[in-house]
């Protein structure tokens, strides 16, 4: 911890020091600090039983820093080092401040008619990874569910970075472009053991396809992600992938006024993978052919639970400039089911309501509220959250 510490200090002195003999259009540094006071309420109501309640008050740190390098036009190094800011984290004298790591360290080459990149790349949703992100958070019982899609996204889980390379290219230029890229990394690195024949076991592998178009007032966005291999059995040499897409679009007609909606549904199964163990025991039996008892180790395969989940989810926001800030509402719904199970799906509901205000160009306030809903059709419990907190943030 203190290494890493201390080698986050040395960088930031580091790099502010040459910066300061460099100039301005080669080294752009940028960084922001956050402080979030959060009081939660829940409520949990079981069917035909009394309402729960539970009141709880903390704090939440986020923050980073990061520069970006540009030596050529071409050319682009950027590093970010931070906590885990999209999603901030919990205070305490145990975690305060907070191990900071990289949130990324990529470099960029563009020459105009393609570009490539590698690294810790900035990768965020556009429909498809929110689901996505929650299959890989939320396992249990060897099911990959889309639990709470609506409350947690990709952002939470990444601070929208994440390992990888990418390859892109712009399709039509002028005052609507259309543009590609593909990205590509390793989810789960898997060994094979050298065997005769050879037992395949293939890594999980993530590709996402990028397509976004943009006007001078839109922009849509397309996402398709594929994870190859999300589960594999290698004692049968099958596996079973995860597919997720999904769409982003926003509209800003005037400064003052902006609108945004997103959807997307995924979906993964073990339908090929399954079962999901096989084990040897000792077993005695009577061999017919010698009349004698015999002992040997037997396979005993144990089938794993049949699932096929589906994710659904969707989402609305608006933000409007409203005295000297801005006030954004957001309502989001997502839905989680095992299609193999009947009664199995939960919704999820979130409500989002926030009011930004710049006291400076780099100090700024919120007052943010947000309402949770969750239901349970299986056994018809529900669920309920209220947030709201104060957010303290400054920038450069």
Known sequence: MECVRST??????????????????????????????????????????????????YNQIGYYYGVKITPVQAFLLQVQIGDNWYATETVSWKTTPAAPRFNLAFAKWDPGFFNLSGGILPIQNNGALDLLSRSSVCEDNAYHTYA????????????????????????????VSLSASLFSTVIESRQSTPASPSKPNPSSV???????CVGKTFSVTGQVAALFNRNFNANTGKGDHEISGGVLA????????????????????????????VTTAPQTFLDTATGLQVTRNVADTADAPAYRQLGVLA????SVKAGPGKIAGAFRYSLDENLAVAGSDVSYFLLDLKYGWDLTPNVSIMPRVRGYYTYYRSDARSEAEIRPEIILTGKF
């Open 8 to 57: 986050f200090v040395v960088m930031v002195v580091a790099l502010t020091a040459w910066s300061a003999d460099t100039t301005s259009k080669i080294v752009e540094q940028y960084g922001m600090a956050q402080y979030r006071l959060r009081v939660k309420a829940t409520f949990e109501t079981p069917a035909g039983g009394d309402t729960k309640t539970g009141w709880n008050y």
């Open 148 to 175: 709470k899609a609506a409350y947690l996204g990709w952002g939470d889980a990444t601070s929208n970075g994440l390992a990888g390379a990418r390859l892109g290219a712009p399709v039509v230029k002028g005052d």
């Open 206 to 212: 993530l590709t996402v396809l990028d397509v976004p």
């Open 250 to 277: 926003t509209w800003q007609p005037v400064p003052e006024f902006s609108l945004l909606a997103d959807a997307g549904a995924a979906t993964v199964n073990n339908g090929s993978s399954g079962p999901a163990t």
């Open 315 to 318: 989402g609305i926001g608006a």
